[in-house]
Nanobody, 113 residues
């Protein structure tokens, strides 16, 4: 019954911004850390950002300083604000709890001129 629904992706130019949302259901959201991952074409899924229950955050070096993960426990939703996007950020972005549960469909982010 656990479900993650990612949304907010789209096509943006390099240097642009997007905010992704992750609506979670089927578990007690506030009791778990949350993460964003991404998977680029031809590549493995990789870690992007982590937010602890305390709201302390950790980022992959590739996005540090550009992306911000946040959470709203009242809405059972995690967010990823993505700024100064680069072509190498192009990927399908997924959210999940930590430990991982079932994966959602993700949302496509394409950064291109």
């Amino acid at each position: 019954q656990v479900l993650f629904v990612e949304s907010g992706g789209g096509l943006v130019q390099p240097g642009g911004s997007l905010t992704l949302s992750c609506a979670a259901s089927g578990f007690t959201f506030s009791n778990y850390d949350m993460r964003w991952y991404r998977q680029a074409p031809g590549k493995q899924r990789e870690f992007v950002a982590h937010i602890y229950r305390s709201s302390i955050t950790i980022y992959a070096d590739s996005v540090k300083g550009r992306f911000t993960i946040s959470r709203d426990n009242a809405k059972n939703t995690a967010y990823l604000q993505m700024n100064t996007l680069k072509p190498e950020d192009t990927a399908v972005y997924y959210c999940n709890s930590m430990p991982n549960r079932a994966w959602g469909q993700g949302t496509q982010v394409t950064v291109s001129s």
